[in-house]
């Protein structure tokens, strides 16, 4: 039985690892983070290139599940980088996403704080994620957690012709 998505969390949020048969599963909060980020028509990722990314040699990635009543409600995707300042490793979360009905619930605030746990056992400088300027409400909630805009830093990006361009190079 599924649960009813519409009331409030009436069993505690669980956050679970993805395991190789959830590939399906963090494609499928991936399109639906990009239907709210209204991009959904980049998503060009296949349940293949996704399993690859989580399981595959290297691992490229990890994927968290936020679990209420034993249904997956949110994710978060993440990655290592590494800070030279530091000398350290930090994790960047790609992706943080919980299903809108369910939003407000502390839900999200789970997944982070499963994050901010996870860098510190694994001896993280710090934990990074970028957040599209349009998103007030992401934008207030990250500041109600102590993070910290980083507004004079400006991310670029090559892709598709400019970074077979620049290789060729």
């Given at each position: 039985m599924k649960p009813d998505m519409s009331a409030p969390p009436t069993e505690t949020v669980t956050i679970r690892a993805a395991q190789p048969g959830d590939a399906a599963l963090a494609l499928a909060f991936i399109r639906e983070l990009a239907v709210y980020e209204h991009l959904e028509h980049e998503v060009v990722a296949t349940e293949a290139d996704i399993h690859a990314a989580l399981f595959g040699t290297p691992r490229y990635a990890e994927v968290a599940f936020a679990c209420v009543a034993g249904a997956e409600v949110g994710f978060a995707l993440f990655f290592h980088n590494f800070s030279t300042f530091c000398g350290k490793p930090g994790i960047y979360l790609e992706?943080?996403?919980?299903?809108?009905?369910?939003?407000?619930?502390?839900?999200?605030r789970r997944l982070l704080a499963w994050l901010a746990r996870t860098a510190l056992e694994r001896d993280c400088a710090r934990l990074d994620w970028a957040v599209l300027d349009w998103n007030a409400p992401s934008i207030a909630f990250y500041r109600s957690l102590g993070a910290e805009a980083l507004d004079e830093w400006t991310t670029f990006r090559l892709s598709d012709e400019p970074l077979a361009r620049l290789a060729r190079a």
């Open positions: 992706d943080l996403f919980v299903r809108p009905e369910l939003r407000g619930r502390g839900i999200g």
